[in-house]
């Protein structure tokens, strides 16, 4: 390649990449999100960080050229001090988050929400034979191409399975960090027919006690997209 051209070429590549990055971004004062996690826009998003004591941002890629990283200033607070709560009970495991807004927020294809600043997708634990497997964690996004039967065990190798205690404390953590901070949880959606497993789950009795709104019915394909990931969408009180 011309000596000019190769030059232009990694100019170009630099430039998108540090407009894009959320590597050079610096989080300041608070957001704002307008509209709703349907149509709306996110103004002065916080970006999450990559990596923190027990949690992990599921996709390098993600993070660092598509930057669906961010989410409201109250809300990282949220998502970070659950995170905290969570290592009380599961001190060796680290969780996954996976996309949640772009940095102004807006469209996220193929995502019909996240666009608030207020969605979030979390990654499913999962275990085999009662231990923690976390091969499946490291696979970036084609973690969201994962497939899980009704009862929560992976296709084509069914020892693996979701680990429906931890989601559901998780789902509980979040609620009550939210409420503290005068948010709650809006809705959480997750493949419908994986309601009875984590509600039969150890914090399922507490969990349908809660409340927390579980969406009912979902369109065939967003349905069947849900069994690899919990998505919350996050809303004032
Ligand atoms: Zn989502």
Same mark, same amino acid.
């Given at each position: 390649?011309?000596?000019?051209?190769?030059?232009?070429?990694?100019?170009?590549?630099?430039?998108?990449?540090?407009?894009?990055? $959320?590597?050079?971004?610096?989080?300041?004062?608070?957001?704002?999100?307008?509209?709703?996690?349907?149509?709306?826009?996110?103004?002065?998003?916080?970006?999450?960080?990559?990596?923190?004591?027990?949690?992990?941002? &599921?996709?390098?890629?993600?993070?660092?050229?598509?930057?669906?990283?961010?989410?409201?200033?109250?809300?990282?607070?949220?998502?970070?001090?659950?995170?905290?709560?969570?290592?009380?009970?599961? $001190?060796?495991?680290? &969780?996954?988050?996976?996309?949640?807004?772009?940095?102004?927020?807006?469209?996220?294809?193929?995502?019909?929400?996240?666009?608030?600043?207020?969605?979030?997708?979390?990654?499913? $634990?999962?275990?085999?034979?009662?231990?923690?497997?976390?091969?499946?964690?490291?696979?970036?996004?084609?973690?969201?191409?994962?497939?899980?039967?009704?009862?929560?065990?992976?296709?084509?190798?069914?020892?693996?399975?979701?680990? &429906?205690?931890?989601?559901?404390?998780?789902?509980?953590?979040?609620?009550?960090?939210?409420?503290?901070?005068?948010?709650?949880?809006?809705?959480?959606?997750?493949?419908?027919?994986?309601?009875?497993?984590?509600?039969?789950?150890?914090?399922?009795?507490?969990?349908?006690?809660?409340?927390?709104?579980?969406?009912?019915?979902?369109?065939?394909?967003?349905?069947?997209?849900?069994?690899?990931?919990?998505?919350?969408?996050?809303?004032?009180?």
């Amino acid at each position: 390649m011309n000596r000019k051209i190769r030059l232009l070429f990694l100019t170009i590549s630099f430039g998108i990449f540090f407009s894009c990055s $959320p590597s050079v971004y610096k989080n300041h004062g608070e957001s704002r999100s307008e509209g709703t996690v349907g149509n709306g826009r996110l103004i002065n998003g916080y970006k999450m960080p990559f990596r923190g004591g027990n949690f992990k941002y &599921f996709s390098f890629t993600d993070y660092y050229l598509f930057g669906r990283c961010y989410l409201h200033s109250t809300l990282q607070k949220i998502v970070l001090e659950s995170y905290r709560d969570m290592s009380m009970y599961y $001190p060796d495991y680290r &969780f996954r988050i996976m996309e949640c807004s772009k940095r102004k927020g807006g469209r996220a294809i193929p995502h019909r929400t996240h666009q608030n600043g207020t969605s979030i997708d979390f990654m499913m $634990p999962l275990k085999k034979a009662d231990k923690v497997i976390s091969r499946y964690d490291r696979i970036g996004m084609w973690r969201y191409l994962m497939k899980f039967d009704h009862e929560g065990k992976k296709r084509f190798n069914k020892q693996i399975e979701i680990d &429906f205690d931890k989601m559901a404390l998780h789902i509980l953590t979040l609620e009550k960090v939210s409420r503290k901070y005068g948010w709650m949880i809006a809705k959480v959606i997750l493949e419908t027919n994986l309601k009875d497993e984590i509600f039969a789950s150890r914090y399922g009795k507490e969990l349908r006690k809660s409340g927390i709104y579980f969406v009912r019915n979902l369109p065939k394909l967003i349905n069947e997209a849900h069994d690899d990931h919990y998505h919350v969408d996050f809303v004032p009180v």
